[in-house]
């Protein structure tokens, strides 16, 4: 959710970012999150086994359960840093707030109004340079208490045994909201995805209340038509798209894949799609308004109190509620909005993951709790890799997983896979009398030929972009890193790219006869017992018949993903 909003400031305007955002969201997001949802529900497995319905190409299964790996380990910290907040939150002064504590340096000063600065003095009676030179109590609370920053990546540091019980309460929530399955876990859901919503709506009206918040929405809204011809725009936008919606992670297969057969899935994706991005566009509102009270505060420029990343979230808004009265109330409520918010999401890549790993397994290797068994099993072992994040070098570890692991080059490379697969090894005729099986009626042809045409041509532009404009990680524009921490960051994203192409070739090699034997061989679906109660021979023409499915008594999976 933050990624967007400041996306927008560092744009300077979210109302040019939205012209590229939704017109990727209509070519590219939405047909792919259709696609993704349509083929778990018709193929009914996870993110390994949904890929039967081009058996070559398995490796993009494969390549999802890889990132959303990396997703489930890098991702719930910000929800360990989040509770850690929340529970400094319930305090009469908020331990950000004030000089003074034990973390805090000489430099730290609690007042910056740079414009009473402007002939010469300033808070404090020190003057401009002096005051440049000075730290917030906010800055000094994220750095040296919560992630006790180190030097670099190669100076690990000691634990921060408060970050690590933060993250071990984590792990253990989403432990026992998904160790039971989707119908346990959609029930805590429907709580944990409409929550952040009422929330959101009292920030909102706090937000517009204070001054400033009129300059800060203005800004939000206002423009810049200039910066449609950068090609940094295009990139982010379709970046945060991808990765808004879930995209290539194998989360939203798994998800459908427990609908019913005859699901409207169709009308469910573009639902889901549209509240995601409304849901993004709305707490611009309630950003920009904060933002714009801060820098009427500071006297300075809005694009100066905007953080990126996770600065948004532990800086520039903690800043701002210690300008509000009743301080620890708002924050309270912020970052226990923030919790549940990515709760959710933490759920349905948990859930993706499980899914995949029982699909892949034969029933023959079932055994009694096997589920919770393996949920307990993949969360430890996330922990366990999550304990060098906890360290005093932990963000230069968090920052390599969030740009190299799950970052856009990944999401847009599963992606073209993903929509060549459908529609031009399966074909998409062929999937959309699929779809108009389950349904009952063949969607608007403008999916089809976003499958096709548009959609690939988008990825690959903007994953030929990403390239072209690679830029290597530095950590708060200062700290470079080393040719090694960029190897294994390259390791990360690799891990997950190749496994297409080698999947392929290997199932190619092992396969027996021509190279157009083997191809025909290996790209036939591999249908599942489900799909007899469904399909009628293909030489009967069924995808254009009216089929009555077979009741399966069970409820529809409402797919409630909650936008971070």
């Not at 920009?288 to 600065?311: C, N, R, T, Y």
Request: glycine fraction near 8%; charge should be negative.
């Amino acid at each position: 959710m933050w990624d967007c909003c400041l996306l927008c400031a560092a744009h300077l305007a979210a109302g040019v970012f939205l012209i590229p955002y939704l017109l990727i969201a209509l070519i590219g997001g939405i047909p792919i999150f259709f696609l993704e949802i349509s083929l778990g529900q018709f193929m009914k497995a996870g993110s390994i086994n949904v890929w039967n319905i081009a058996p070559l190409f398995k490796g993009l299964g494969f390549a999802s359960m890889v990132i959303v790996f990396f997703c489930n380990t890098y991702y719930i910290m910000v929800l360990a840093w989040g509770f850690y907040y929340l529970v400094k939150s319930f305090a009469a002064t908020l331990p950000w707030a004030t000089c003074g504590n034990p973390w805090n340096s000489d430099e730290c000063v609690e007042i910056f109004r740079h414009e009473d600065c402007a002939n010469g003095t300033g808070a404090g009676n020190l003057t401009c340079d002096e005051l440049s030179d000075k730290r917030s109590p906010v800055i000094e609370f994220w750095e040296n208490q919560v992630l006790r920053l180190s030097q670099g990546l190669d100076f690990p540091g000691a634990i921060n045994w408060e970050v690590t019980l933060c993250l071990l309460a984590c792990w253990v929530l989403v432990y026992f909201c998904v160790w039971k399955g989707v119908k346990s876990t959609g029930k805590i859901v429907y709580f944990t995805a409409t929550f952040p919503y009422v929330v959101l709506i009292i920030l909102l009206i706090r937000g517009v209340m204070l001054p400033g918040a009129q300059d800060g929405i203005i800004y939000y809204l206002k423009p810049d038509w200039s910066k449609l011809a950068s090609p940094q725009v295009w990139i982010d936008a379709g970046t945060q798209i991808f990765f808004s919606y879930a995209i290539g992670l194998g989360a939203l297969t798994a998800l459908g894949s427990y609908n019913r057969f005859n699901n409207n899935c169709y009308k469910d994706a573009i639902i889901l799609a549209l509240i995601n991005s409304g849901t993004s566009f709305f707490s611009g509102f309630v950003v920009f308004s904060i933002l714009g009270f801060m820098a009427a505060e500071q006297g300075v420029d809005i694009a100066k109190v905007a953080e990126s990343g996770p600065g948004l979230a532990f800086i520039a808004y903690p800043r701002a509620v210690t300008l509000m009265p009743v301080a620890p109330l708002w924050a309270a409520l912020f970052f226990f909005m923030l919790l549940l918010l990515g709760l959710d999401s933490q759920f349905v890549g948990v859930e993706g993951f499980i899914t995949g790993i029982l699909d892949f397994f034969p029933a023959s290797y079932a055994f009694r709790f096997q589920r919770e068994v393996t949920v307990a099993i993949s969360c430890s072992v996330c922990f366990l890799i999550e304990l060098s994040m906890v360290t005093e070098g932990g963000m230069y570890v968090f920052q390599l997983f969030d740009y190299y692991s799950a970052s856009g080059t990944t999401l847009l490379w599963q992606a073209f896979w993903e929509c060549v697969v459908i529609a031009w090894v399966y074909g998409a005729d062929r999937f959309m009398d699929d779809i108009a099986c389950m349904i009952g009626y063949r969607p608007f042809p403008w999916m089809k030929w976003c499958w096709m045409v548009l959609t690939p041509l988008v990825c690959l532009g903007i994953f030929l972009f990403n390239v072209a404009y690679y830029k290597p990680l530095i950590y708060n524009n200062t700290y470079v890193y080393p040719w090694w921490g960029e190897a294994i960051g390259w390791g990360f994203a690799l891990s997950s790219m190749l496994c297409v192409p080698l999947t392929a070739l290997y199932k190619l090699m092992r396969a027996k006869g021509t190279l157009a034997e083997r191809w025909h061989h290996l790209t036939q679906p591999i249908w599942g017992l489900h799909h007899l109660e469904y399909k009628v021979p293909e030489s009967e023409d069924c995808a254009l018949k009216t089929l009555t499915p077979v009741s399966d008594g069970g409820a529809k999976v409402v797919i409630l993903e909650s936008v971070m």
